[in-house]
Nanobody, 123 residues
Framework: QVQLVESGGGLVQTGGSLRLSCVAATRTLSSYHMGWFRQPPGKEREFVASISWSGTYQYYADSVKGRFAISRDNARSTVYLQLNSLKAEDTAVYYC????????????????WGRGTQVTVSS
């Protein structure tokens, strides 16, 4: 189990940007595939992006490709999600997730979750 704490959410206008951070309470973040998910109001939680243990491979939902970017700093035990060109439909609680493993492939599920950070995009 690894504890995850997200930050960086807030209120932003359409077209604006935010940078979310996820700090993991582990010195071995390099052993985990990391991901970001979101849950819009009244909807199911959905995949946003994930990144392999080394940062070499990134995966994105079609709805955010070209606008969001995931990155990681294993030395700082931190994963980032840069959100650009934000739209009203990006409004959601954003969750950080971690799954142990050094496969290049996105894991089928994530076992460790943070509590989320709210992102609200106003028009």
């Amino acid at each position: 189990q690894v504890q995850l704490v997200e930050s960086g959410g807030g209120l932003v206008q359409t077209g604006g940007s935010l940078r979310l951070s996820c700090v993991a309470a582990t010195r071995t973040l390099s052993s985990y595939h990391m991901g970001w998910f979101r849950q819009p109001p009244g909807k199911e939680r959905e995949f946003v992006a994930s990144i392999s243990w080394s940062g070499t491979y990134q995966y994105y939902a079609d709805s955010v490709k070209g606008r969001f970017a995931i990155s990681r700093d294993n030395a700082r035990s931190t994963v980032y999600l840069q959100l650009n060109s934000l739209k009203a439909e990006d409004t959601a609680v954003y969750y950080c997730a971690a799954e142990w493993g050094k496969s290049r492939d996105r894991p089928p599920r994530f076992s460790n979750w943070g509590r989320g950070t709210q992102v609200t995009v106003s028009s």
